[in-house]
């Protein structure tokens, strides 16, 4: 229920599509996901459904911009984190509504990335944790500390470096539990025009595998950014879709660190 909702907390995910039914298609292979559309009454917004259950949502690019995945963190109070958000550094890209739905706000935080907060003002359950659905989220930045100062000051994050914090700089922020999500300053490696950005994680199916269904992406259309490769959390690959739009994959069952 959404008063159990732990304000920090991933509670939505969506990617803006130029081309929706061709997106529908794309994820609808890939993951297996169906669409409700009547979950909007607007008609503008697109959820995707994995046994019932919301796991993301598909809306409209703006003309002329780029197809991106988003990532939305729980509020109780679009209005209080505003607020907030300017008070830490951040800048409001963006306040609206979705009709019966709830109020969304996105901000852009001070070390460049921008995020979404969503408040939503009915009973809300969105699924994560398994195959097909969100695993994880990665926050990339090159600056560490805007980044390390404005997430936990926000939402009380406590943080746990699992790098060595110089070559390799990757934090874990929990809420009183497990790690919910991660900031990784990108290296050398990243070309200096990627911006900073959230990585959206989607879980892989052991039975299938990352490198199946990698392939399987490419076979709809979509591209690889980045080849199956091996991280502790798994064996993950960087997949571009039918519009762009970059998530990762993962599968958690090749992890090799707990």
């Known amino acids: ?47 995707a459904v994995q046994d019932g259950r ?9 003309p002329g911009q780029p197809s991106v995945w988003s990532l939305y963190l729980h509020t109780g109070d679009t209005a209080a984190t505003k607020k ?19 109020k969304v706000l996105v901000a852009a935080d001070p070390a460049g990335a921008v995020v979404g907060f969503w408040q939503p003002t009915i009973p809300w359950s969105f699924h994560s944790g398994s195959p097909g659905s969100l695993v994880w989220s990665e926050l990339n930045v090159r600056d ?3 980044a390390d100062g404005f997430y936990p ?26 790690p919910r999500l991660g900031r990784m300053v990108m290296g050398p490696d990243f070309p200096a025009e990627v911006p900073p950005h959230w990585l959206v994680y989607i879980g892989v199916d052991p ?18 950014a980045k080849e199956p490769f091996d991280i502790p959390a798994g ?10 739009a970059t998530f990762a994959i993962i599968d958690e069952s090749k992890r090799t660190r707990r």
């Open 1 to 47: 229920m959404t008063h159990d909702i732990a304000p920090g907390t991933p509670v939505l995910i969506d990617v803006t599509v130029q081309d929706r039914d061709a997106s529908k298609d794309f994820y609808a292979g890939l993951f297996g996901w169906g669409f409700d559309e009547e979950l909007d009454p607007t008609g503008h917004y697109t959820y």
């Open 54 to 62: 919301i796991v993301a949502g598909l809306r409209p690019s703006a």
């Open 84 to 102: 907030a958000v300017t008070s830490a550094g951040g800048q409001v890209v963006h306040e609206g509504e979705a009709p019966g739905q709830g």
């Open 144 to 146: 560490a500390a805007a």
């Open 153 to 178: 000051g926000l939402h009380g994050y406590q943080g746990e470096q699992i790098g060595d914090g110089q070559h390799f700089d990757y934090v874990v922020w929990s809420l009183d539990g497990p």
């Open 207 to 224: 039975q299938i595998g990352t490198d199946k269904l990698a392939e399987r992406a490419v076979e709809l259309g979509g591209k690889l």
């Open 235 to 244: 064996r993950a690959a960087l997949v571009a879709d039918v519009t762009g």
